[in-house]
């Protein structure tokens, strides 16, 4: 149980256009969602906690008109990287949590490159 | 400063051996303490968590240690195998907005056959 997905697992854009990840709670309601960065070598790098039909909150020096974050429903985040530059190039990865627990239950992660 | 730092930073040991991965925080107030693996190009998957009463828990052949009180813990992995070649990564969680969730950078471990 507890089972995130992402799609897709890679993409490759042009600079300037936009990208959207899907993060997706297979086999249970995910109250919260995380989305993370991690660029090569480096550990995860926490960039916003979505909650279900509320807004978004971004770590500082995120910038929350670039990526894009909806949660529209309880198994369900996206994000979306507007107007994609190559230095967004990373790793993106989401976690999920169960509704009263702390436990992350991470998806495999997008990679994303921009040429 | 909420800080989780461990070491080694890399890793390499020969199969069948045993190795122990360290993680040193000082996250306050301290909530609890988690080790992941996260294999290359993957999301990260627990293999332990462990609360302030909690001296050590084990998973398998990972087995993971907890002092509070010099807030320190270890992940020692017994007979390791190829699989095991990936990243381990320590996360400290605490009760405060400032110290919620806290990585570590991780360790780089491989193993050779």
């Known amino acids: 149980g507890a089972v995130v997905s992402q799609h897709p697992s890679r993409v490759i854009c042009k600079s300037g256009t936009s990208v959207k990840i899907e993060c997706r709670s297979l086999d249970f309601q995910a109250t919260t969602m995380f989305w993370y960065r991690q660029f090569p070598k480096q550990s995860l790098m926490l960039m916003a906690t979505?909650?279900?039909?509320?807004?978004?909150?971004?770590e500082q020096g995120v910038e929350k008109d670039k990526f894009l974050i909806n949660h529209a429903s309880l198994t369900l985040s996206t994000l979306t990287v507007t107007s994609a530059h190559p230095e967004d190039s990373s790793f993106y990865i989401c976690?999920?949590?169960?509704?009263?627990?702390?436990?992350?239950?991470f998806g495999p992660g997008t990679r994303l490159l921009v040429l | 400063k909420n800080q989780v730092e461990q070491s080694p930073q890399s890793l390499i040991i020969l199969e069948g051996k045993n190795c122990t991965l360290q993680?040193?925080?000082?996250?306050?107030?301290?909530?609890?303490l988690r080790w992941y693996k996260q294999d290359t190009g993957r999301g990260p998957v627990s293999l332990t968590i462990m609360t302030f009463s909690e001296n050590t828990k084990s998973n398998g052949r990972y087995t993971a240690t907890l002092d509070a009180d010099t807030k320190q813990s270890s992940l020692h992995i017994t007979a390791s195998q190829l699989s095991d070649s990936a990243s381990y990564i320590c996360v400290v969680s605490g009760y405060s907005s400032a110290s919620k969730i806290i990585f570590g950078s991780g360790t780089r471990l491989s193993i050779r056959p």
């Open positions: 976690s999920a949590t169960l509704a009263g627990r702390e436990t992350q239950y």
């Open positions: 993680c040193n925080y000082t996250v306050s107030p301290f909530s609890n």
């Open positions: 979505s909650n279900e039909g509320s807004k978004a909150t971004y």
